[in-house]
Nanobody, 120 residues
């Protein structure tokens, strides 16, 4: 089993910043891509940003220039720095990780989600 634990969500005013963290634990042999998704009420879950094991990043267009994804491979942890937050960024943010377990079985895991609320 691979578990993802997120932290860092909360309530912030428009224009403010938040930093999300997601730590993976369990029987991990290697960690490949890690990323963040978000889901607003009544909407589908969409990609926010992703980062490969080598550090290549990918962002949704509306997040470019405002959000920064990074990772600490030694800690199997991924971060999302969110600046210039807007009310439309309000959503539950989910961490996602893909890799290989020690039994050589591939895994895809999701965190439990952390609420981000941006007030106007």
């Amino acid at each position: 089993q691979v578990q993802l634990v997120e932290s860092g969500g909360g309530l912030v005013q428009a224009g403010g910043s938040l930093r999300l963290s997601c730590a993976a634990s369990g029987s991990i042999l290697s960690m490949n891509a890690m990323g963040w998704y978000r889901q607003a009420p009544g909407k589908q879950r969409d990609l926010v940003a992703a980062i490969t094991g080598g550090g290549n990043t990918n962002y949704a267009d509306s997040m470019k220039g405002r959000f920064t994804i990074s990772r600490d491979n030694a800690k199997n942890t991924v971060y999302l720095q969110m600046n210039s937050l807007k009310p439309e960024d309000t959503a539950v943010y989910y961490c996602n990780a893909r890799g290989i377990k020690r039994d050589y079985v591939m895994f895809t895991s999701w965190g439990q989600g952390t609420q981000v609320t941006v007030s106007s």
